[in-house]
């Protein structure tokens, strides 16, 4: 196993989903508590990141504080989703900064709505993907090159992976741990 932390980035964006940044989150730093009460170096950095950094508010009312976007590439880069996924994916900075940084990460992944953000991106042209039940239809026909299934919890389509509902993103960060 590397000593080298592998860095986990979780996008963040105004009223993205709570749940969508912290149910993962927290799935990286457990996996950490675990490795160093077994005497091993924690395996990744888990960050929150969103466009300028700061105060980001969630679709809660509770608001994250988030490192700006790094130039640095990801191990592990996941976008969240909610409501603020739509302006999200009409902002052309941002849209480029995900292909950008996708392209560099090992793996990518999106939680529930945030395959809308990485479908804008280009990055889900030609997968498999899914996203939650009540936005599958939505997904398909607003990106009719990506192959929508509605069914599956979460879909690892190569380097791409992507969850259904918010507890399913738990799901799909407990199967990157385990990947």
């Known amino acids: ?3 080298t932390a592998k860095t986990i980035h979780v996008l ?4 993205a989903q ?3 940044v912290t149910g ?4 990286f730093a457990s996996a950490n508590d675990i490795a160093v009460q077994r005497g091993l170096p924690a395996p990744y950095l888990p960050r929150v990141i969103a466009e300028g ?3 980001v508010l969630s679709s809660a009312g509770l608001a994250m504080l988030a490192e700006p976007l790094p130039d640095t590439p990801s191990d592990t880069l996941i976008i969240s989703g909610g409501w603020g996924v739509y302006a999200a994916a009409q902002n052309p900075q941002l849209v480029d900064w995900v292909s950008q940084q996708a392209a560099r990460a090992r793996r990518v992944a999106s939680v529930c709505t945030g395959a809308f953000l990485l479908a804008a991106s280009g ?5 498999r993907v ?3 039940w009540s936005r599958c239809e939505q997904l398909a026909q607003q990106h009719p090159q990506l ?7 979460f879909i690892n389509d190569g380097p791409v992976w992507t969850s259904a509902g918010v507890t399913a993103g738990i799901d799909l960060s407990l199967a990157l741990v385990e990947a």
Do not use: K
């Open 1 to 3: 196993m590397s000593t």
């Open 12 to 15: 963040a964006f105004a009223d």
């Open 18 to 20: 709570l749940l969508d």
């Open 24 to 27: 993962p989150l927290q799935v």
């Open 53 to 55: 950094g700061g105060a």
């Open 123 to 127: 990055w889900l042209d030609g997968r």
């Open 130 to 132: 899914v996203t939650h």
């Open 147 to 153: 192959h929508v299934e509605p069914n599956p919890i």
